[in-house]
Structures are given as C-alpha cells and as structure tokens.
C-alpha cells in the first residue's frame, strides 16, 4: 500500500518551518519591525505635538488617554521620551500629563520587552560573552526589580537600551514594569512640571523642576562612574 503522505515533502515543510522561526528568523523579523518604527516615526513626527498642539477634535480624559497610547508606541520606536514628558505637561497640564505620560511609559516599556524577549533573546543571549556584558545579565536577571529600579531613577542608560536588555536578560516582565512605573515617576514628574509651566520660564516652579533635572543628571553621572570602577575591580 501506497503512503499516502509524501515524506520528502514533508521534511522540506519541517526544515522551512524551522528556519522560518529560528532565533536569528526572529531576530530579523525585530531589527525590521524596529526600522518600520523609527521610519514612521521619522515621517510623522510626532514632536510636533510641542509646537502645534493637539488636535482639537479630541479633548477631555479621551485626549489623555489616546495621548498615553501615542506615546507609549513612540517610546518603542525610539523617540526620546523627555520631548514626551514635556509634550504632555503643556498640552494637558501637570497632572494629567504625568498620569498619560507614567501610563505611556509603562506602556511603551512593555512593547519593547515583549518584542525583545519573545524575538531577540534566543538569538542574543548566547553573544553575552564580554565581561561587562556578563555582569549587567547577572545584575539584571538576580536582582531584576532593585536593579532597573535604580536604572529608571538614574535616567543614565537610554530607555529603549535598558527595555531591551532587561529584555534578553532572564528577569521578570511583572518585576520590571513595576520598576519602570515607580522608578520613572520623579524624573517624569520633573519634565512634566516643566513643560507645563515653559511658558514662564523665570517662575520657582520651573526652575526647582529644571533644577531637578540637573541633579538627576549629575547623579546618573556619578552613580555610572561608581558603577563603572566597581566593574572594572571585579
């Protein structure tokens, strides 16, 4: 009796499956979905929302809403979220905007860290060879809330870089969203305060959010280099 099922083709569908969802197939697929964002991004610009303004057709908690989703997808594609922060204190004020702006940034840290650890950690993490590279996998995949806790309050490592490496690290997606929702509040705070009050530039509230901003800065600054000897005496 004749088999019914052609064997050659069969093992011809396994192989191209295979391929098709290999580690380095998923990777690709990441780079390229990753280059569709940025060139979106690129063509819309969304950065304007600083100097034209929002829509009028949508206002009210609808405006809030729709702006926290915006810019969560932003935040994935790699536009800098302290034009956000300012973006959403001027066009809705400090309070709403930090609550669009807090809920965006979870939002968009989630996108990302899905993305990355569902397409890019098999193919990545057998290339974490270097010794820093190491040590920052240990930190993150041990001590995975502590440590992008500190990251998020020490705004030193660009936020699409710690999504993504939290991402091919072995940490917890619940542990980091928690992290990058508290730990993302003051310095959030400070830009949004900031961009609500720009339009007096001279008065105490914009210049203690300012002020803050600068601190922060410098200790992110202080706290890599510290880091960065610690490392090195390993």
């Known amino acids: 009796m004749l088999d019914p099922v052609p064997r050659p083709a069969s ?18 697929l990441l780079v390229m979905v990753l280059a569709a964002a940025v060139v979106t991004v690129v063509l819309y610009e969304p950065q304007r929302l600083l100097s034209a303004g929002w829509p009028p057709q949508v206002s009210g908690p609808a405006a809030v809403v729709l702006f926290g989703v915006g810019y969560g997808v932003c ?25 669009s702006a807090i809920a965006g940034t979870v939002l968009g840290a989630g996108i990302a860290f899905a993305l990355g ?67 993302s509040v003051p310095n959030t705070a400070a830009y949004v305060v900031a961009g609500s009050s720009a339009a007096s530039p001279t008065s105490p509230v914009f210049l203690a959010a ?25």
Do not use: E
């Open 75 to 99: 935040t994935a594609a790699f536009v800098p979220r302290p034009l956000l922060n300012l973006a959403a204190g001027a066009l809705f004020g400090s309070q709403a905007g930090l609550v």
């Open 210 to 234: 300012t002020g803050f901003i600068v601190v922060s800065a410098l200790a992110a600054v202080a706290v890599a280099w510290a880091k960065r000897h610690r490392l090195r005496s390993a």
């Open 117 to 183: 650890r569902l397409l890019g950690q098999d193919a990545l993490r057998p290339l974490l060879r270097g010794r820093w590279l190491k040590a920052a996998d240990g930190q993150l995949s041990r001590h995975g809330f502590r440590s992008m806790l500190a990251v998020r309050l020490f705004p030193g490592v660009p936020f699409a870089a710690a999504n993504y490496c939290a991402a091919v690290s072995r940490m917890g997606c619940l542990p980091f969203l928690l992290a990058t929702g508290i730990g």
């Open 11 to 28: 093992g011809l569908a396994v192989r191209c499956s295979r391929a098709l969802f290999s580690p380095w197939s998923r990777l690709s």
